[in-house]
């Protein structure tokens, strides 16, 4: 059964930092495309960022610079580093996999792409 669980959302202040995390089972995510995205309160969701299955990584133009997306092969985890946090990073966090596309990432990543999701961490950043 193909799970994702995120973890390492919580609440830090404006310029602080958190790594979150996307734990998978039920497949190697390093062989697909993997996806975080976000969703603010009464906002539609976005994306965030993705690797390919070749480490390659591209993210949106919003968190260039501040955020950073990497995995560990070994645990089966993807990670998204977050730096410079700002009051408008307040959102739900989402990872999500894209497996029939060969483990490459059509950019900007779409909610109808994606085959597995996460059920999200929460990140809420205070001014």
């Known amino acids: 059964q193909v799970k994702l669980v995120e973890s390492g959302g919580g609440s830090v202040e404006s310029g602080g930092s958190l790594r979150l995390s996307c734990a998978g089972s039920?497949?190697?995510?390093?062989?697909?495309?993997m996806g975080w995205f976000r969703q603010a309160p009464g906002a539609e969701r976005e994306w965030v960022g993705a690797?390919?299955?070749?480490?390659?990584?591209t993210y949106a133009d919003f968190v260039k610079g501040r955020f950073t997306i990497s995995q560990d092969n070994a645990k089966n985890t993807l990670y998204l580093q977050m730096n410079s946090l700002k009051p408008d990073d307040t959102a739900m966090y989402y990872c999500?996999?894209?497996?029939?596309?060969?483990?490459?990432?059509?950019?900007?990543?779409?909610?109808?792409?994606?085959?597995?999701w996460g059920k999200g961490t929460l990140v809420t950043i205070s001014s």
């Open positions: 999500a996999a894209e497996v029939s596309s060969g483990g490459y990432c059509y950019i900007p990543l779409v909610d109808d792409a994606m085959d597995y």
């Open positions: 690797i390919e299955n070749d480490g390659s990584t």
């Open positions: 039920g497949f190697g995510l390093s062989r697909y495309c």
